[in-house]
């Protein structure tokens, strides 16, 4: 059974979005003219503060504000042209997996997200191969940006735990949202030594991610302007990686567990209190 926002309830602490993302919503929705950025170090500096907030999630307890998640999800979503999205949640893997059963991924609405974020991609790349410099200087930072975020980012056990967690069709439509906030600071900071309104349009419609990361979004999908969330669990860590002793490694609010096995998570028969 799928939940509306105002009905989602965990033990988990609410954050008013006032608090928790001050500052953090109007950057991702600060208009590219107003963030002139000159060089990586301007986009390192762009995006530090989100780092921040980010490295901030505590893994055994991450907020969850789901109607803050669902605000950013709608920035994002307006950005590339949704009018009128909607939202449901399904408050554990196995629940969102059998919501999403017998979906068609194929069709035109199962396909739209992606192919008008594919848009979006080929836009901006075929403006920056327009100059050959700044193609080649955009792939440079690029690379440089992937080890800075590597090194200041640390969002690895959400990143790990959310891969591959549904099997078949939807768990390959399933959008991870710690690799897309991964990879969208990773393009801001690359794309501080050049200049593309397309690029940076991009950019904007990805930022919003963070927001909804830290407001306890973990994977979603979308079918036509339909988002379909699944939050993100309670982990259980040694020395910053999922115990895998067999015990219970991810627990989400609606009780499902899991273990951490050789292939990744796997749901064990046991249910916790949220």
């Known amino acids: 059974m799928m939940h509306s926002a105002v009905a989602a309830v965990t033990d988990l602490p609410y954050v008013p979005a006032s608090k928790a993302f001050q500052g953090l919503a109007c950057l991702a929705t600060e208009h590219p003219a107003k963030r002139a950025l000159s060089g990586e170090a301007d986009g390192m500096d762009e995006v ?5 907030r980010l490295n901030g999630i505590d893994p055994t307890r991450p907020y969850f504000d789901p109607l803050a998640a669902e605000e950013a999800l709608r920035r994002h979503a307006r950005l590339i042209g949704f009018r009128d999205p909607t939202f449901s949640w399904a408050m554990g893997p196995l629940e969102a ?12 609405a199962g396909c739209r997200w992606h192919l008008t974020m594919q848009a979006l991609q080929d836009q901006a790349q075929a403006d920056l191969q327009r100059d050959k410099a700044a193609w080649q200087t955009y792939g440079k930072a690029q690379d440089a940006a992937e080890t800075r975020i590597a090194e200041t980012l640390h969002l690895e056990p959400f990143r790990l735990a959310l891969f591959d967690l549904i099997l078949g069709d939807a768990g390959q439509r399933s959008h991870n949202v710690a690799y897309l906030v991964s990879s969208a600071l990773r393009d801001v900071i690359a794309s501080g030594p050049v200049e593309s309104e397309q690029l940076e349009d991009l950019n904007d419609a990805y930022l919003p991610f963070a927001d909804a990361l830290l407001a306890g ?7 036509g302007e339909k988002f379909i969330c699944l939050p993100l669990p309670r982990l259980s860590l040694k020395d910053g990686k999922l115990i895998a002793d067999g015990s219970p490694a991810a627990v989400w609010p ?14 064990v028969p046991q249910s916790v209190d949220s």
Do not use: H, R, T
């Not at 997996?97 to 035109?108: Q, Y």
């Open 48 to 52: 530090e503060p989100i780092i921040a």
């Open 97 to 108: 997996s059998n919501e999403l059963d017998g979906v068609d991924f194929e069709s035109p």
């Open 217 to 223: 979004l973990g994977s979603f999908w979308v079918i």
């Open 254 to 267: 609606n009780g499902e567990v899991y273990a951490s096995g050789d292939e990744g998570l796997v749901p």
